[in-house]
């Protein structure tokens, strides 16, 4: 029985301390748009839990912006919905000089 609950609360620290891991690497991090990939399918933003992208529409047709970029924790989280590449994880540093 002891077992058991040594096993689930080590299991909870392992979470716990890998979140707050996660966290403090990508504090640094930001998700870039890779121009003329976006098709504007929108599946990165259904996904992006922190709000940080939007739809835009001009003449050239509809594409992601990274609207919000101080909001960006750099979770990746968007990055494996979109089938075309256009989004990237960057250091924050590398986003200021573009």
């Not at 929108?42 to 509809?62: F, P, W």
């Not at 990746?76 to 075309?84: E, F, I, S």
Request: net charge positive; charged share 25%; proline share 2%.
């Amino acid at each position: 029985m002891h077992t058991a609950l040594y096993i689930v609360v080590a299991i909870l620290a392992l979470w716990v301390i890998g979140n707050i891991y996660r966290h403090f690497q990508n504090k640094n991090k930001i998700v870039r748009l890779v121009e003329g990939n976006c098709t504007g399918c929108g599946a990165c933003i259904k996904r992006c839990k922190h709000k940080v992208l939007e739809m835009v529409s001009d003449e050239q047709g509809k594409y992601v912006v990274v609207k919000y970029p101080n909001r960006c924790e750099g979770c990746g989280d968007c990055l494996p919905k979109c089938k075309y590449n256009a989004l990237e994880i960057i250091k924050k540093a590398t986003a200021m000089t573009k």
